[in-house]
């Protein structure tokens, strides 16, 4: 693992392949790890020629945490939403996108293939869309566009989500017995989650850093983030969208919106599969971001 300094914050990262390959940068999801991109997946981007570059968000495991900003009230924030105000919140998305934008700044990489899971494919769209000259393509991952209209999470998914978890600094098995329920939940009928594999990276996030505030603010710089359609439509690099046809976090509708919604993206839905990229599809995964990749012209690779 290795740290730099990004827009003001410290940002924690590592890579995998050769320096001198295309690059591309990982973005993950909301309250975890860079870590939940696994290795072996890396590995496999890796084998492609790429540079392959993850890192923790804000917020989450070893990257600057904004600890000194109080928690979210979700109650006050969901009002003011409603009453058409926009809240103070600690920071938005596109501040963890200029984030990433100074990640590729402090390693000297002009530009970069894309790639954003859940809120990260939201941070990865406000690059591409606000940053066209430092994205080369755009892969968004069971995302959306911030469309209210668009059908929500299934409520008692939403209701795990926004549970509070024992700690597991307290309450380990408690906590395991929390983070599995929940994976189990968002896991697709095609793609059970590996309970196993899962324990031990729910342990090991823990270990790098534990701090639950740190989602809460996440949260809250996604529910101001606003409708991102008008923007999306300005994209012009090549952009695939992958869903899962069976997510119950971020519905499928949610991923063919985004798809729509930026000219010439492919959307590829995958049956089986809900809001969890599992090992079962690493493989389809990465040649699929290799094509997408492999469409950008060449004289900007």
């Not at 997946?41 to 392959?52: I, K, P, S, T």
């Amino acid at each position: 693992m290795n740290m730099v300094k990004a827009n003001g914050i410290d940002l924690a990262w590592d890579q995998f392949g050769r320096e001198g390959d295309p690059p591309i940068l990982l973005i993950a999801g909301l309250g975890v790890q860079m870590i939940r991109w696994a290795v072996p997946f890396c590995e496999q981007l890796a084998a492609h020629g790429y540079r392959v570059i993850r890192f923790d968000n804000r917020d989450a495991g070893c990257s600057t945490h904004f600890a000194q900003c109080a928690p979210p009230d979700f109650g006050a924030l969901a009002a003011a939403l409603m009453a058409g105000q926009r809240p103070e919140v600690p920071y938005t998305l596109h501040d963890m996108a200029a984030d990433a934008i100074g990640l590729l700044d402090a390693l000297a990489i002009d530009r970069a293939h894309v790639v954003g899971l859940s809120m990260g494919g939201m941070i990865a769209q406000i690059m591409a869309s606000e940053h066209p000259e430092r994205v080369l393509s755009l892969t968004s991952i069971m995302s959306g566009t911030g469309n209210p209209a668009l059908p929500q999470a299934e409520p008692d998914v939403m209701a795990m989500m926004m549970r509070p978890a024992p700690d597991p600094l307290a309450d380990e098995a408690g906590f395991l017995t929390h983070s599995l329920a929940f994976a189990r939940r968002i896991a697709g009928p095609g793609h059970p989650v590996d309970e196993a594999a899962q324990r031990v990276l729910v342990l090991e996030e823990v270990r790098r850093a534990y701090d639950p505030g740190g989602a809460g603010r996440q949260i809250a710089a996604m529910a101001v983030a606003g409708d991102r359609r008008a923007r999306l439509a300005t994209i012009g690099v090549p952009t695939l969208v992958i869903h899962g046809a069976d997510d119950p976090l971020i519905p499928p509708a949610c991923g063919a919106e985004t798809a729509a919604s930026i000219p010439g993206a492919e959307l590829m839905p995958i049956d089986g599969m809900g809001h969890h990229l599992p090992t079962t599809l690493h493989r389809t995964v990465a040649e699929a971001i290799d094509r997408v990749a492999r469409r950008a012209p060449p004289k900007r690779r």
